[in-house]
């Protein structure tokens, strides 16, 4: 497949701070805007990441042009080649995968082992999506007359829109991009204005891998000013978002209008439940990574942990014994547990919930405050914090806080457990820590959620397997193995008919 030609994706001012272009028909270039915005660490603000371009309807139409173009050509390079292509793009993601870290911890906070985890979790879908070049099955079935064949194809949808969180902004970048690409569309992706540099890493490996030229496109800036152009340009066939319910419901909205595939990621608010019999060591273990991995910044983090009664106390008291000794700090140390928030406007959302969660009545057990000292002066910190005796109606328990804050309900059995689990908007993720093989399949059968873990917590979705959820968290549609192929292709039924005469379905009918 021949190479084309890139400009750098990055040029040195006169600061040495790197400037980031947009990448619209395999070139790299300015919006169209003039302006720019910054991108900062979080855990230290003086740290300037790299500057991107503020976009404009003006840039994403550019780059649905060149997408809608390099699609009539793309379409028809056979999906087996296609695969190969996002193949070797994993291979440099291999290759580059600590650099990759680094800067993703840099623009987002996460700690270096979580950060290595979303190159990899790109990894893992560069190899399952092409695999999938050379299977993409459809069914071959009887037909009802004599002489006939008939077969259902996937076909790619077209052109595809993007818009990606901060969270995970390679791992889901990848979820998106990868299988639409060996399905045969070509993509414009808008990465969360907090973490465009890992969509950029992404790209980077897929250039270097030789994409031609307009099948993947970078369109940075803001959600109003891209996100939503994005989403109504009439060339534009699917669009798939991640991010909050809010946003979800106006993307949703627009796309419904001109009858666009729409595939919505959006919140949780996600149950762990420990039941007496439950190893307590492990469901500590767990629900401390569940709750505090990546700052509470997961959409599936175990953001409720529901305990039974006659272990509540214990695992109260060891859990909140574990969580205020979690080391907080700079990602990029090796030592640290738990990273910053994102932004600002997270963190004020965060202890804006802390103060919420007290005057509901809820018991705080440890945190809840601003870290501002020291070596967290000049970052987005803040304390591991632990509610208790939390009510299932209270807000803390109800509503996606998207930060280091868990709440702890008591519960009376399995029943009970279920009930609290489900009585939320959300049902993205949910476990249960029990040693009762019965007790586990009740709860696979009856949590209301696109995703369900026996003896583990909330979080750790594998790339081959169908990610989503039930209710508010989405529309239906799942990322990951076989859903990201139902969502990025077309069916279409094709019927041979060889018997050199008409027949007609369901009239000519053989006695
Ligand atoms: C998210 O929570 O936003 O399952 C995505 C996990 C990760 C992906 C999470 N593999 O926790």
Redesign the pocket.
């Known amino acids: 497949m021949a190479t084309d030609t890139l400009a750098s994706p990055a040029t040195l001012s006169h600061t040495q701070t790197r400037v980031f272009k947009n990448f619209i028909d395999g070139e790299w270039v300015e919006a169209t805007t003039g302006k720019t915005f910054e991108n900062r660490n979080p855990a230290d603000t003086r740290d300037l990441v790299g500057i991107f371009q503020r976009s404009a309807k003006a840039d994403v139409d550019a780059a649905v042009d060149a997408a809608k173009r390099a699609f009539e050509r793309w379409r028809l390079v056979p999906a087996p080649r296609r695969a190969e292509l996002v193949f070797r793009a994993a291979e440099i993601l291999i290759e580059r995968k600590e650099e990759y870290a680094r800067d993703m911890t840099r623009e987002m906070g996460k700690v270096l082992a979580e950060t290595r985890?979303d190159v990899q979790?790109a990894i893992d879908a560069g190899y399952y999506n092409a695999g999938e070049g050379r299977r993409m099955f459809g069914p071959t079935v009887p037909s009802e007359m004599p002489n006939k064949f008939a077969m259902a194809v996937r076909q790619p949808v077209g052109v595809c829109g993007m818009i990606t969180?901060w969270?995970?902004p390679m791992?889901?970048s990848s979820w998106k991009l990868l299988p639409a690409v060996v399905c045969g569309n070509t993509c414009i992706i808008k990465p969360a204005q907090d973490t465009p540099l890992s969509t950029f890493n992404l790209v980077r490996a897929f250039t270097d891998a030789g994409i031609p030229k307009g099948v993947v496109n970078i369109v940075t800036g803001f959600g109003a000013e891209v996100g939503t152009p994005l989403a109504e340009h009439p060339d534009v066939r699917a669009v798939s978002l991640?991010g909050s319910s809010d946003v979800g419901r106006i993307i949703g909205t627009i796309a419904a209008k001109s009858f666009k595939r729409c595939s919505l990621?959006l919140g949780?608010k996600n149950p762990m439940i420990v039941l007496d019999d439950a190893n307590l060591d492990l469901a500590i273990e767990g629900g401390l990574w569940g709750g505090f991995?990546?700052t509470g910044q997961?959409?599936?983090?175990t953001s409720r942990i529901i305990v039974q009664k006659g272990v509540y106390q214990e695992f109260v008291d060891r859990y909140v014994e574990r969580a205020k000794k979690l080391k907080v700090g700079n990602g990029l140390d090796e030592t640290t547990e738990m990273g910053p928030a994102i932004n600002e406007k997270q963190l004020q959302t965060d202890l804006e919930y802390v103060e919420i969660g007290r005057n509901e009545g809820a018991k705080l057990m440890c945190g809840g405050n601003r870290l501002d000292q020291g070596e967290y002066k000049y970052g987005f910190f803040m304390e591991p914090t632990v509610f208790i005796d939390v009510d299932p109606k209270m807000r803390i328990a109800q509503e996606e806080i998207f930060g280091p804050v868990v709440s702890i309900l008591p519960c009376d059995g399995l029943e009970d457990a279920i009930e609290i689990a489900n009585g939320v908007e959300y049902g993205?993720?949910s476990s249960i820590y029990t040693k009762d093989v019965n007790k586990a399949f009740g709860a696979i059968r009856d949590l209301s959620a696109g995703?369900t873990y026996i003896n583990a917590p909330?979080?750790?979705?594998?790339?081959h397997l169908p990610?989503g959820g039930t209710k508010a968290t989405g529309n239906g549609h799942r990322e990951g193995g076989i859903g990201a192929l139902e969502f990025y292709t077309e069916w279409k039924s094709v019927y041979v008919d060889y018997s050199d005469k008409l027949q007609k379905a369901q009239i000519d009918r053989a006695e």
């Open positions: 985890g979790e969180p969270n995970f791992a889901i991640t990621e949780g991995g990546t997961r959409c599936t983090a993205l993720s995703i909330t979080i750790g979705a594998e790339v990610f």
